[in-house]
């Protein structure tokens, strides 16, 4: 270990431009053995190590690098899973420079971060392709059942600690496939859908149960689900899509982000997209305008680039140093041909029916807001226009009015929309009923969602035990 010193800090080779932008595969090489073994080596071994304080989820880095630096592969690979229910997905998805490797004491020193991200996906890769990734197998099978509403990663990482624990597990979800953004919103480049579907293969094979094309509040109330279970987990996401009121939002061929990569990923599996096969949803050929400075804006220009779009231009009202969105994905995007059009915000969409052009403002940058980000102010007079055949808004989520859908008014919910949760039980207002992921954070990340959904499952089996408990002596 410590061969920072000696050893240059190394990630996996990304494919060339020209060759991924032309496909949607996963941009990153795999690590051969020997550069993982190297890059793990390079670890100092902290005593108190800032990136396990940093990852949600509290890896246990610094040990699994140790045993990956010594070829102990298989225990690498336990000691990573105990954690993390989906180590190879944060892995590719995390944005490691915000947390673990952000916060790595060698590149704080200005030696380059440890490759982290790139070694959990590459030991829990290595377990799957080994075989050592195994269905749950439990000792005993318990009467008591769950039933969790969402299966995106707060919703799986609970059901697989519940089932590990021996309860019965029924998974419902609106979807026709289980993975939530896992599946529909984050594109093949970043995460095949392979990775994701061999997960719930494996969460169906140790016993739990998906229902697929579910919507609750259609097809069931919040109450009825209640009643068939002894506890039920809301783990539903944020959908809705924050809007831009301009005038001419009514033109034709304007949508938004998730309607884009939904149809997108749709079709990478296989599927018939009408909106798309017709060519409506489909890039190639336009003049792309996306607005936004996310990472769902970096996932839905990296998509149009991918369609052959004619040009891609993304619109942020802020500078490169003020975008929310992870540096990393600003510099792939920009790498794959997308022109970054800093400090501006559209006034106006033009078009005779359908879109033709934006017109947009310039903005300056104010004094910081309450975000800390520097808050844009229009120049103004500074208007100009824009080419756009199709336009995508990509503005950020916001919770569904969740009570009213689930025909659960008294469910309660914060001045955001998003669900009340007791921040120790993760309880909501509502007995037995507890709630995890970006429907209690606002929209967050997949590590996050994990970390809740590991933390629901402790809380749902104290509940489940006193209930269990109480039954006994009420018997
Ligand atoms: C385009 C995009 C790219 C992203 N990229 C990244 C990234 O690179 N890295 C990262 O860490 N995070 C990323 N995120 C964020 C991340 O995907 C989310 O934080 C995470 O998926 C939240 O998990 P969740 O389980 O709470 O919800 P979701 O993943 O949203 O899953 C919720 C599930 O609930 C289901 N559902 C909703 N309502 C109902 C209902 N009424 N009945 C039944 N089922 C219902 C939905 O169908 C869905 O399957 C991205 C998000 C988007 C939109
Ligand atoms: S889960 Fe994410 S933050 Fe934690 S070690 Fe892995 S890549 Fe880093």
Redesign the pocket.
């Known amino acids: 270990m410590l061969k920072f010193v000696k050893l240059q800090k190394e990630s996996p080779p990304k494919r060339s431009t020209l060759e991924r932008s032309q496909d949607f595969q996963e941009i990153y090489s795999e690590f051969i053995n020997e550069k993982a073994k190297e890059q793990s080596s390079r670890c100092s071994q902290c005593g108190v190590p800032f990136c396990q304080i940093h990852c949600p989820l509290s890896n246990n880095i610094p040990d699994w690098l140790k045993l990956t630096a010594e070829g102990r592969m298989q225990e690498a690979y336990e000691l990573s899973q105990s954690t993390n229910n989906m180590p190879e997905v944060c892995g590719r ?3 490691q420079d915000r947390l673990c490797e952000g916060n790595c004491v060698i590149e704080q020193s200005g030696h380059g971060t440890v490759t982290i991200g790139s070694i959990e996906k590459y030991i829990t890769d290595t377990a799957w392709e080994k075989g050592w990734v195994k269905p749950i197998k439990i000792k005993k099978e318990l009467k008591q059942s769950v039933g969790i ?7 799986m990482a609970c059901a697989e600690e519940m089932r590990k624990k021996g309860y019965q597990v029924t998974i ?4 026709d496939r289980p993975g ?3 599946i529909y ?2 594109p093949n480049f ?1 995460l095949e859908k392979f990775v994701v579907e061999r997960r719930t293969k494996l969460l169906k094979d140790g016993g739990i149960k998906f229902i697929q094309n ?4 259609r097809d069931k109330s919040l109450n009825e689900i209640r009643e068939k279970h002894d506890a039920v987990l809301i ?3 944020v ?1 809705k899509a924050r809007e831009i009121e301009i005038p001419g939002s009514e033109l034709k061929n304007i949508f938004p ?2 309607e884009f ?1 939904t149809a997108s990923n749709k079709k990478g599996l296989g599927d018939r997209v009408e909106l798309f096969d017709d060519g409506t949803l489909n890039a190639e050929g336009k003049n792309v305008v996306v607005i936004g400075g996310g ?2 804006a970096m ?1 839905c220009v990296r998509t149009a680039v991918r369609q052959n779009a004619k040009s891609v231009k993304c619109l942020y009202r802020r500078d490169r140093s003020n975008m929310p969105g992870s540096s990393r994905e600003v510099k792939n995007a920009e790498e794959e041909g997308v022109e970054f059009i800093w400090l501006t915000s559209p006034k106006k969409f033009i078009g005779d029916k359908k879109i033709n052009k934006v017109e947009v403002d310039k903005m300056t940058l104010g004094e910081p807001d309450l975000s800390g980000r520097k808050k844009p102010v229009i120049k103004p007079g500074s208007e100009f226009t824009i080419s756009a055949d199709l336009v995508i808004k990509s503005l950020g989520f916001d919770p569904e009015n969740i009570p009213k ?1 689930f025909n659960a008014e008294e469910l309660a919910i914060s001045k955001w929309g998003t669900i009340k949760i007791n921040l120790d039980s993760m309880e909501t207002n509502l007995d037995g009923v507890f709630a995890a ?3 209690v954070r606002g ?5 996050w ?1 994990i970390r809740d959904g590991r933390d629901a499952a402790t809380q749902i089996e104290k509940y489940l035990k006193s209930k269990a408990k109480e039954n006994t002596i009420a018997a």
């Open positions: 998805i995390c944005p509403i969402g299966s995106g990663p707060a919703g419902y979800d609106r979807y939530g953004l896992l919103g984050i970043k579910f919507e609750v509040g783990a539903t996401g959908y982000a998730m990569l990472d769902t996932d859908l992921g970006d429907i929209a967050s990340l997949v590590v969602a």
